[in-house]
């Protein structure tokens, strides 16, 4: 059973667009993220989430908002989509209940999204 | 905020060969992960660590605290490690969590 997973594998939208990713972890983590690998192969985080505490990169812009159903699941979903935002989106969970964001627990990848906008 | 250098940028040997792959930082941090990415872009994480040394079958990272220094080494080398090797900083607080540096691009040829 794959740990974490993510649809779609590969998205093409138009700009303007509002499109959504999705991502489920089955390993009973209590930290979800959302990462992006953008051309140049260089990865940012973008969130946390964690007991309903979100924890953004302020750099992120605020068209995109992920969405936690429940503790397995964090979706992200972008609107008004830009030529910038097409890169690779991975997700990724850990146990990490501390609040850091990742920092000092092993992560478990999701396989990518490559998302392209037109 | 911290600043992450990996070396070498690119990295092509002969199969068998003992790699070293580097990453500094600069600022003092909590915790050191390696990640492997794979030519088909999925993630693994290899290890984590704050302190000393940690093996895997042919890897090894080591961590160096007041050098603010790792390394991450492949001994016996296969064509099968071709990858991108990404070090990941923890420095707790702020908003950017991790800070990643730009990868290693591994060849191992046959």
């Known amino acids: 059973d794959t740990a974490v997973s993510q649809t779609p594998k590969y998205l093409v939208t138009q700009m303007g667009n509002d499109k959504s990713i999705k991502c489920e972890q089955n390993?009973?983590?209590?930290?979800m993220y959302w990462y992006k690998q953008d051309s140049k192969k260089f990865l940012k985080i973008m969130f946390s989430y964690n007991n309903k505490e979100l924890i953004i990169n302020e750099t992120v812009p605020n068209r995109f908002s992920p969405k936690s159903p429940d503790k397995a699941h964090l979706n992200l979903h972008i609107n008004s989509l830009e030529l910038g935002d097409s890169a690779v989106y991975f997700c990724?969970?850990?146990?990490?209940?501390?609040?850091?964001?990742?920092?000092?627990?092993?992560?478990?990848f999701g396989p990518g999204t490559r998302l392209t906008v037109l | 905020k911290n600043e992450v250098e990996q070396s070498p940028q690119n990295l092509t040997a002969q199969e068998g060969e003992f790699i070293t792959i580097n990453c500094s930082y600069s600022?003092?941090?909590?915790?050191l992960h390696w990640l492997q990415q794979h030519p088909g872009g999925g993630i693994v994480s290899l290890f984590m660590l704050s302190s000393g040394k940690k093996k895997h079958g042919r890897l090894i990272a080591t961590i160096n605290i007041q050098e603010k220094h790792s390394s991450l080494h492949i001994t016996a080398s296969h064509p099968r490690d071709s990858a991108v090797y990404i070090c990941a900083v923890y420095s707790g607080g702020g908003a950017d969590g991790l800070t990643f540096g730009k990868g290693t691009h591994l060849i191992i040829q046959p």
């Open positions: 390993l009973g983590h209590d930290t």
């Open positions: 600022v003092g941090i909590s915790a």
């Open positions: 990724a969970s850990s146990q990490d209940p501390t609040r850091t964001r990742g920092g000092t627990d092993t992560q478990y």
